[in-house]
Nanobody, 113 residues
Framework: VELVESGGGLVQAGGSLTLSCKVSRSILSVFSGNAIAWYRQPPGKEREWVAIIRPGGITDYAEPVKGRFTISKDNVKRTVYLRMNSLKSEDTGVYFC?????WGRGTQVTVPS
């Protein structure tokens, strides 16, 4: 099983981006039966949790992104998405996908101040 993030980029404050996390070489039961989370690491700071989607589609968000970010998943595509709206400079960082003890390599999001 491998996690591959994509969709990062440079966006102006107030803009939107959608990140994708492809869980490749996984069977449906593995993908749908595990919680999958997004984390981010701002420049010079520790990695922090952003959002999670649990089996059954239950979601939860860190306070700084509540109301702005939405996590969702497509079981057929084995992909988890993170829709990010109203982006702020403090959302800048490398965004990582996580499932259990597996991590992707991350995708960079930059929101200039």
């Amino acid at each position: 099983v491998e996690l591959v993030e994509s969709g990062g980029g440079l966006v102006q404050a107030g803009g939107s981006l959608t990140l994708s996390c492809k869980v490749s070489r996984s069977i449906l039961s593995v993908f749908s039966g595990n919680a999958i989370a997004w984390y981010r690491q701002p420049p010079g700071k520790e990695r922090e949790w952003v959002a999670i989607i649990r089996p059954g589609g239950i979601t939860d968000y860190a306070e700084p992104v509540k109301g702005r970010f939405t996590i969702s998943k497509d079981n057929v595509k084995r992909t988890v998405y993170l829709r990010m709206n109203s982006l702020k400079s403090e959302d800048t960082g490398v965004y990582f996908c996580n499932m259990g003890d597996l991590w992707g390599r991350g995708t960079q999001v930059t929101v200039p101040s």
